[in-house]
C-alpha cells in the first residue's frame, strides 16, 4: 500500500479562488478586504512568508497595508501602529508576523489587536470563543487541517487522533477544533512530557505532527492505513540547493508513506491552507463590517 499525496497547494488554490468571487462580489458594494500584515526585523523565512501573503492578496483581489519595520523599532513604536491599523475603517485585518525580535513582547502586542481585526485567531477573545464553540477567528494552521481532512473525505467522526505538539498557534487548537461534535473526534494530545508516544500514536487513526523537529513520527509510530498530516517546517542545510537549505516535516515521509493510508508532503501540504485560510479569515472580516 502507498498512501495518497495529499495536494494542499491544489486544495488551496481552490479556496482562494473561491475568496477571489466573493471579493470581488464585496467589491460592488464598495469595500475593499484590506489586510496589514506587520514586519519587524529581518528575519528571513518571516520575510519569505509575508511575500507568499502579499502575493495572495493581490491574486484575491485585495488590499495590501503591509509594514516592514526595522529590527530597531521599540515595543511602544509597534504598539502605536497597532493602535493607528485598529483605528483605521479601510483596515479589515491585522497580523504582526511572529517571531518578534526579543525586546518585543508578543503577548502585549497580540493583546494589542482589536479581536474584530485578529485574523490570525491569537487574540484570548477568538481563544476563548474557539474553546467554547462560539463563532471566532480560528488559528489559520488548525483551520487548514481540518478543512484538508474535509476535502479528502477523512472521516473524524469516532476515530482517534493523536496530536503532536502543544503550541499555542496549531497544537492545541487543532485539539480542541477536532474534539468539536462537528468532527467528534477522540483527540490526545502528545507533547515532550509523554511517556512511550510511539504506543500512543500506534493507536491513532489520524497523526498530526506540529513538533518542530524533523523525524519525530517514524514509520514504526504509525499504524497501517492511518492518515498522517506533517505541520513542521524545518529548514535543513543543503549545499546542494541554490538557497542553501531544504525543507523537510516532521515526519519521515518516505517511510510514512508506504504504510499511511493519506500523507500530506513538505511543502506543498499543510503550508499553502494556512494563506488560504488566512485569505478566508480576512475576507470574513471585511463582511462582517456589512452587520455592525
Do not use: W
Not at 519569505?48 to 495590501?64: C, E, F, I, N, R
Amino acid at each position: 500500500m502507498s498512501a495518497v499525496i495529499i495536494d494542499g497547494k491544489e486544495i488551496a488554490a481552490r479556496i482562494r479562488s473561491e475568496v477571489g468571487s466573493r471579493t470581488a462580489e464585496l467589491k460592488e458594494k464598495g469595500i475593499v478586504p484590506c489586510l496589514a500584515v506587520v514586519l519587524v526585523g529581518e528575519n528571513p523565512a518571516s520575510i519569505s512568508y509575508v511575500t507568499g501573503k502579499q502575493k495572495a492578496l493581490a491574486a484575491a483581489g485585495m488590499a495590501d497595508r503591509s509594514v516592514h519595520l526595522p529590527e530597531s523599532t521599540t515595543e511602544s513604536e509597534l504598539l502605536s501602529l497597532i493602535d493607528r491599523l485598529n483605528r483605521d475603517a479601510a483596515v479589515h485585518g491585522i497580523l504582526v508576523q511572529l517571531p518578534l525580535p526579543a525586546h518585543i513582547d508578543e503577548d502585549k502586542v497580540i493583546m494589542a489587536i482589536d479581536p474584530l481585526k485578529d485574523v490570525d485567531g491569537f487574540h484570548p477573545v477568538n481563544v476563548g470563543n474557539l474553546l467554547i464553540g462560539r463563532k471566532a477567528f480560528l488559528p489559520c494552521t488548525p483551520h487548514g487541517i481540518v478543512v484538508l481532512l474535509e476535502k479528502m473525505h477523512i472521516p473524524t467522526d469516532g476515530k482517534r487522533v493523536v496530536v503532536i505538539g502543544r503550541s499555542n498557534i496549531v497544537g492545541k487548537p487543532v485539539a480542541v477544533l477536532l474534539s468539536r461534535k462537528a468532527y467528534n473526534a477522540t483527540v490526545t494530545l502528545c507533547h515532550t512530557g509523554t511517556r512511550d508516544l510511539a504506543s500512543i500514536t500506534r493507536q491513532a487513526d489520524i497523526v498530526i505532527v506540529a513538533a518542530g523537529r524533523p523525524g519525530t513520527l517514524t514509520a514504526d509510530m504509525v499504524k497501517p492505513g492511518a492518515a498522517v498530516i506533517d505541520v513542521g517546517v524545518n529548514r535543513i542545510p543543503d549545499p546542494t540547493k541554490k538557497k542553501g537549505f531544504h525543507l523537510e516535516g516532521d515526519a519521515d515521509f518516505d517511510s510514512i508513506k508506504e504504510i499511511a493510508s493519506y500523507i500530506t508532503p513538505v511543502p506543498g501540504g499543510v503550508g499553502p491552507m494556512t494563506i488560504a485560510m488566512l485569505m478566508v479569515n480576512t475576507l470574513e472580516a471585511a463582511e462582517n463590517t456589512l452587520t455592525r
